[in-house]
């Protein structure tokens, strides 16, 4: 085997030695507030099921009947003969959830990013992104071809500056270029906050457009739970909104909402779109149902959970005087450092039955090891005592 497998070992044994080895953990119970691994019972906060849909009957039973009208597959690519009722339904429920004209979903949040950043900019054009977006949105940019722009996270002077040099500089003498700006709204990793009216305000200035991910926002900001573009009232004046219907949602899936015209350009140019066999009808089902579910009362019961869940972690942290942000997100995360040593204190809480995998690189930056606490609706009381119990040991 031209010593393939010698040479991977050789790339593991890097990996370890540098603190930075991953492996996968079995869990053999559904996601919820408890998992099982390895036989044992431990108090999960690691999930991005922040409403406790992912599990929840009404999704299930949605699930279930798609499964059993349309099938386990869905056949082909949504442009050859996958686009089944579920994704139609579904993508109509986005769009008035979302308050757009349209919507188009991809199988997952990851394919969504690669795809439509990819149709809307080519390699005469510039991308101006935030230094911390995920790795979906890093991915696509890079895959554009476009000109590549990093600000400084969150930081509109330097937002400002690379918007100056798109339109002024090399780029720009032989043709306007596209100029896309790309952020996140809640930062999926520390859980801060674009400040997304200020950059609406820029990108109007300097004639280019907006492409935000709320994955971590739907289902939580905003008077009907659609995400922070809501919350801060700039909906219709951002061009792309992006996000996945694997997280608050429950299910499974990206999605784009945007303007008819948005959608139709992606259809016939994002490649993860078309060159990919569509979703399995469950998981548009699931996502149209936890849509719907999101939309009532009960979506809103269990977004107040989450809020007074976090602010009751937050008040045990500042008394065990661990650091924590200040601003309010589900995402709290607690920040180590160096790699090993988060590694360590996994553990050790893995043993007082508390389930927190360390976030390491190329996740989050070397030396920025956190353990990145999320807190969901299936969560009690109870449980985040117990957790802050176990990081007071
Ligand atoms: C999870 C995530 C994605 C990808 O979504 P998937 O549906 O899981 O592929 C994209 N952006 C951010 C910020 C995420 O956290």
Redesign the pocket.
Known sequence: MNHFNDELANDLADIRAQGLLRQLRRVDSAQGARVTIDGRTLLNFSS?DYLGFANHPLLKEAAIKATEQFGAGSGASRLICGSLAPHHELEEALANFKGTEAALT????????LGAIGALVGKDDVIVLDKL?????IDGARMSGAHLRVFAHNNLADLEDKLKWATQGPCAIYRTPRILILT?S???MDGDLAPLRDIVELKDRYGAWLMI????ATGLFGAGRRGLAEACEVSDRIEVQ??????ALGA???YICGSRALIDVLVNRARSFIFSTAPIPAAAAGAKAGIELLQSNEGEERRVRVWSLVDRLKNALVAGRWKVPVVQSAIIPIIIGDEAAAVDLTAKLRERDVFIPAIRYPTVARGAARLRVTLTASHSNEDVDALAAALAM
């Open positions: 991005n991809f199988s997952t949040g990851y394919a969504a990013a977006v995920h790795a979906s949105i996140e809640i930062f999926s991910d709320e994955a971590h992006m996000g996945t219907l694997g997280k499974s899936g990206g």
